[in-house]
């Protein structure tokens, strides 16, 4: 059974610094890894999709790497801004159902 | 709309009571996708629509809760004499075919809280 693994589960961090979220995956075999972002009382918000063939993606200060042999995928961010503030979700999609992990909560202080 | 929409966006019931959850996915999405988010948990799958039939079901936690989706458009999702531990924020997601690379998109979600 798939389980997905995100490290850590919170993070505080002064703006303007870059930052890394982890992301592991136990069984290797997936199509692709999506990383969300949730604003609390919101939905998800698909930020990037890599699949299974690539080795990243990147969008404006978010850059998401995967590493599927290993099961690892890292979701960078420059320059954080306070409105980078949310719980990210790592995702993988091996049959119809997205396989999520708990999330980052992530607070980025002015 | 342009987006998932998702109805009520919060629902306080007595455990026991029946509620109804819907879901508005996306105009020509023939995919939908329930999952539900419980309080320090990741989100959950429960069921997959593929237009109106429903190939996987393999989440949903019991036999009180069921779904149905009509039109190939709105689905319903209805948990019967509703438990403390059915309080969760459930969400509802669509996408164009379901297959490859199959982009979900998201609603607000309803929160529910049973008493």
């Known amino acids: 059974k798939q389980e997905v693994t995100q490290i850590p589960a919170a993070l505080s961090v002064p703006e303007g610094e870059n930052l890394v979220l982890n992301c592991s995956f136990t069984d290797s075999a997936i199509y692709n890894l999506q990383w969300f972002r949730q604003d609390p009382g919101k939905g998800l918000t698909s930020l990037l999709l890599i699949q299974s063939s690539q080795r990243e993606q990147t969008s404006g200060r978010l850059n998401a790497s995967l590493d599927k042999s290993s099961g690892r995928s890292t979701l960078y961010i420059a320059a954080s801004q306070p409105g980078d503030s949310a719980t990210y979700l790592c995702?993988?999609?091996?049959?119809?159902?997205?396989?999520f992990g708990k999330g980052t909560r992530l607070s980025v202080i002015a | 709309g342009a987006g998932v929409s998702q109805s009520p966006s919060n629902k306080v019931t007595e455990k026991g009571k029946d509620v109804e959850l819907r879901c508005d996915p996306i105009?020509?999405?023939?995919?939908l996708y329930w999952y539900r988010q419980s309080l320090g948990q990741g989100l959950e799958f429960l069921i997959y629509f593929q237009g109106n039939s429903a190939p996987d079901k393999s989440g949903l936690p019991s036999d009180r809760f069921s779904a149905e989706r009509t039109g190939g458009s709105v689905s319903t999702l209805t948990i019967q004499r509703t438990q403390q531990e059915d309080s969760a924020v459930y969400l509802c997601?669509?996408?164009?075919?379901?297959?490859?690379?199959?982009?979900?998109?998201f609603g607000p979600g309803t929160r529910l809280t049973v008493l």
């Open positions: 997601a669509s996408s164009l075919a379901g297959g490859l690379p199959d982009t979900q998109y």
């Open positions: 105009s020509g999405h023939t995919a």
């Open positions: 995702a993988v999609k091996q049959n119809t159902p997205l396989v």
